[in-house]
């Protein structure tokens, strides 16, 4: 089991009286769990108090923002609702047929067992001009919520693309979903993939956001070996 001190060691990107920002190993999970891959609860048991002002899920690597104090985390939290955040992804998804540039605005639900799906039968998703949506006519009665999600090709390998993505909106397994849904799914993906070989190939890249004292912070965590092996230069 690690400490507290060894899953931090070396990943704080920034640390004040506040907030906290972790570049969070895959496989951790931010909070929720009754098990020794809880940050918060493994924060909790060395006797550092965090609230997180967002989550990532536990496939994903890279940036999570915490509070230190109960009376900084309504702000923090405040700006992720209000979108006055910036948040960048890297994804490898399946396949090389994405265009340099692309828009996903397909509505999510949650269906059977909480997954979360697209709100409209597969044969409706269409793509004009690198944007895929659905007909108004063709989403499916019950709770829907509209997401955006657009992307930037970065390099392209042998059956599998590296692509910059951005979530305009951040609903629960957004970019895992839509790049599914449109057919390239993210590499490694357990929602999609049945006892995917390698990691999930899904890192919290960038992240900017405004602290509790006024000032802007435009933070980047480099992914580490275990993702860019999942496609590595010169593929």
């Known amino acids: 089991m690690s400490t507290w001190d060894e899953v931090r060691a070396g990943r704080e990107l920034l640390r004040d009286d506040d907030l906290l920002v972790l570049d969070k190993p895959a496989g951790w999970s931010v909070m929720g769990e009754r098990h020794d891959t809880d940050l918060v ?14 989550r ?7 940036i999570v923002l ?20 910036a948040k ?3 994804a490898v998804a399946s396949g090389t047929g994405l265009p340099e540039r692309g828009t996903i605005e397909l509505p999510l639900s949650v269906g059977r067992k909480n997954r979360v799906r697209i709100a409209a039968p597969r044969e409706a998703i269409t793509c004009v001009d690198g944007v895929w949506t659905v007909p108004d006519d063709a989403v499916l009665p019950g709770d ?17 693309t590296l692509l910059a993505v951005t979530p305009t909106t951040g609903r629960r397994h957004q970019i895992r979903v839509h790049l ?44 580490g070996e275990d993702f860019e092996a999942l496609c590595p230069p010169g593929t």
């Open 180 to 223: 599914a849904w449109i057919g390239h799914a993210l590499v490694g993906d357990p929602l999609f993939t049945k006892n995917p070989e390698t990691r999930t190939g899904l890192h919290a890249w960038r992240l900017a956001f405004t602290g509790p004292d006024g000032v802007r912070h435009d933070l980047e965590a480099a992914p």
């Open 88 to 90: 960048t992804y890297l």
């Open 41 to 54: 609860r493994l924060a909790a048991d060395a006797g550092e108090k965090l609230w997180p002002a967002h």
């Open 56 to 62: 990532i899920d536990k496939v994903t690597s890279g």
């Open 66 to 85: 915490f509070a230190r104090r109960l009376e900084a985390h309504g702000d923090l939290t405040r700006q992720f609702n209000d979108r006055t955040v």
């Open 144 to 160: 829907t919520y509209p997401s955006t999600t657009t992307f930037e090709v970065l390099r392209r390998g042998d059956d599998r």
